[in-house]
């Protein structure tokens, strides 16, 4: 059992930064790729961003690409968001999850999901 708590969520400018945390627990925490994927109202759940078990590889949707980093602490079992230049159309919620195989833009290759944080640019 995995559980993620994510954190780090708020209201700021187009043009600010944000940092997203998600704080994990559980014994086997470290045999999952962690990602990120966000839900704006009336759209479907997207990829954000995921990284590997080990840290080897990582990927970002093209919307993310060149503004957004993910980062993963293995020694306080946290993954972190750090979104740069903001957008208004980044308003979302959030949600961290951890999977352990398959096509990692896929939602239900998931298991594990936080409860989301909200992220609210505006123009």
């Known amino acids: 059992q995995v559980q993620l708590v994510e954190s780090g969520g708020g209201l700021v400018q187009a043009g600010d930064s944000l940092r997203l945390s998600c704080a994990a627990s559980g014994r086997t925490v470290s045999r999952y790729f962690m990602g990120w994927f966000r839900q704006a109202p009336g759209k479907e759940r997207e990829f954000v961003a995921v990284v590997t078990r080990t840290g080897g590889a990582i990927y970002y949707a093209d919307s993310a690409k060149g503004r957004f980093t993910i980062s993963r602490d293995y020694a306080n079992h946290t993954v972190s968001l750090q979104m740069n230049s903001l957008m208004p159309e980044d308003t979302a919620v959030y949600y961290c999850?951890?999977?352990?195989?398959?096509?990692?833009?896929?939602?239900?290759?998931?298991?594990?999901w936080g409860q989301g944080t909200q992220v609210t640019v505006s123009s």
């Open positions: 999850a951890a999977g352990l195989s398959g096509n990692v833009a896929n939602t239900r290759m998931y298991e594990y």
